[in-house]
């Protein structure tokens, strides 16, 4: 396993408006590194002293205490605290993805609503809101959203292409949307697991075994 980064967890819990997808990169880091989640859970052990107290509201500090445990992958314990704070973009995203992870897309739809109504220009949140529609079946919504996502010829794009066809059935256009994803982003973990399901499934046993050694390397793994 590589070294860890140099990351200063604290100094990122304490910044006021954090950016999410620097928040999403600390999560990724801390599952690849027990240093650094050694690190984190030692910040969530004494959170009042460490992080609350730099923080400018009470309801600031509920919603970092939430991203924190969301971090370390605790998806049920951050919806427990995020869900009474008062809604902000940062609440809003964690407790939305928080719901994906714990298989409740109709929740994750609505707190992703309202991510996406406070900033509809942050790529996270849009391919996240985007994941929601595909998971709660709004099918011709998510269509619309693809369509969308997929002017920017992004790796998460093509995913959730493959990913509207695959939970409908359409196997051999999801498998076009996934080897899409690939060719831009050849590590692209959602891509390759969903790949490897269809390979095993259609009984294409090397393909299936090649991808699942690829998505082995990877950490954090996708958790669908």
Same mark, same amino acid.
């Given at each position: 396993?590589?070294?860890?980064?140099?990351?200063?967890i604290?100094?990122?819990?304490?910044?006021?408006?954090?950016?999410?997808?620097?928040?999403?990169?600390?999560?990724?880091?801390?599952?690849?590194?027990?240093?650094?989640?050694?690190?984190?859970?030692?910040?969530?052990?004494?959170f009042?002293?460490?992080?609350?107290?730099?923080? #400018? %509201?009470?309801?600031?500090?509920?919603?970092?205490?939430?991203? *924190?445990?969301?971090?370390? &992958?605790?998806? =049920? +314990? !951050?919806?427990?605290?995020?869900?009474?704070?008062?809604?902000?973009?940062?609440?809003?995203?964690?407790?939305?993805?928080?719901?994906?992870?714990?298989?409740?897309?109709?929740?994750?739809?609505?707190?992703?609503?309202?991510?996406?109504?406070?900033? #509809? %220009?942050?790529?996270?949140?849009s391919?996240?809101?985007?994941? *929601?529609k595909?998971?709660? &079946?709004?099918? =011709? +919504? !998510?269509?619309?959203?693809?369509?969308?996502?997929?002017?920017?010829?992004?790796?998460?794009?093509?995913?959730?292409?493959?990913l509207?066809?695959?939970?409908?059935?359409?196997?051999d256009?999801?498998?076009k949307?996934?080897?899409?994803?690939?060719?831009?982003?050849?590590?692209?973990?959602?891509?390759?697991?969903?790949? *490897?399901?269809?390979?095993?499934?259609?009984? =294409?046993?090397?393909?299936?075994?090649?991808?699942?050694?690829?998505?082995?390397?990877?950490?954090?793994?996708?958790?669908?």
């Amino acid at each position: 396993m590589s070294a860890a980064p140099a990351l200063d967890i604290k100094d990122i819990l304490t910044t006021e408006d954090a950016a999410l997808d620097k928040l999403r990169d600390v999560r990724r880091e801390v599952h690849c590194h027990v240093d650094l989640r050694t690190q984190l859970e030692e910040i969530i052990s004494e959170f009042g002293t460490k992080v609350a107290k730099q923080l #400018s %509201s009470e309801n600031k500090a509920e919603v970092r205490r939430g991203t *924190a445990q969301w971090m370390l &992958g605790k998806s =049920e +314990e !951050a919806i427990q605290i995020l869900e009474p704070a008062r809604v902000s973009k940062e609440r809003s995203f964690v407790l939305g993805v928080s719901y994906l992870e714990a298989g409740r897309p109709n929740d994750a739809l609505t707190n992703l609503k309202e991510a996406n109504e406070a900033d #509809s %220009s942050d790529p996270l949140i849009s391919t996240s809101y985007c994941e *929601a529609k595909i998971r709660a &079946g709004r099918y =011709e +919504e !998510a269509e619309t959203h693809v369509e969308k996502l997929l002017k920017k010829e992004s790796a998460q794009g093509f995913y959730l292409k493959g990913l509207l066809a695959d939970v409908q059935g359409f196997h051999d256009q999801a498998t076009k949307g996934y080897e899409k994803a690939l060719e831009i982003e050849p590590g692209h973990a959602p891509s390759l697991f969903r790949l *490897a399901y269809i390979m095993d499934s259609a009984g =294409e046993d090397n393909r299936a075994m090649e991808l699942s050694e690829q998505l082995r390397t990877l950490r954090p793994m996708p958790l669908n």
